[in-house]
């Protein structure tokens, strides 16, 4: 699927590559369709799983936000979550579940945020994910810059 996007200019998608969202995402219920795209410009690789990455809509190619792995900046993270939230993914196991979550970078890059209150779960079975309100007491804009740039200096914050 070729798509023209804001960001990544135009790009052409396999089919196989392609994550719906059932019940779509927070705020854009009509938005069903993305793909993750990494930020390979010397800043990560799929290797490297701190890496920016981008969910891009397929449905509205002007859209895309970057998210990361929340467990890469927090490793105890683990949401809960009601699982009749999940039951249209399909049955998840800690080796077809993938977690994300949004990361705002505003202009003073010191305030930049993770929002660990509504993640993105992913079934890579199933290619299917919805975005949840976790139960657990977190902040819809978690500070992230000083832990990232302790761990990038080798200091831990």
Do not use: H
């Not at 219920?29 to 930020?39: E, G, V």
């Not at 002007?62 to 009601?82: E, G, H, K, L, T």
């Not at 993770?114 to 992913?122: D, E, G, T, Y």
């Not at 079934?123 to 819809?140: H, I, P, R, S, Y």
């Amino acid at each position: 699927m070729k798509v023209n996007t804001r960001l990544f200019g135009e790009i052409d998608i396999a089919d196989d590559k392609i994550i719906e969202f059932p019940g779509g995402i927070i705020g854009f219920p009509d938005m069903q369709k993305f793909t993750l795209i990494y930020d390979l410009d010397g800043k990560g690789s799929k290797e490297d799983q701190t890496a920016l990455m981008y969910l891009q809509s397929m449905d509205e190619p002007q859209f895309a936000m970057p998210v990361v792995m929340p467990v890469d900046i927090f490793p105890d993270y683990n949401p809960v979550i009601d699982d009749d939230l999940l039951t249209d993914i399909g049955k998840l196991t800690p080796l077809n579940t993938y977690c994300l979550v949004t990361i705002s970078v505003p202009s003073d890059i010191k305030k930049m945020t993770v929002n660990l209150k509504a993640p993105f779960i992913i079934n890579t079975d199933t290619l299917k994910g919805a975005q949840v309100m976790v139960e657990d007491d977190v902040a819809v804009k978690t500070p992230v810059y000083d832990i990232l740039a302790a761990r990038k200096s080798g200091k831990e914050a």
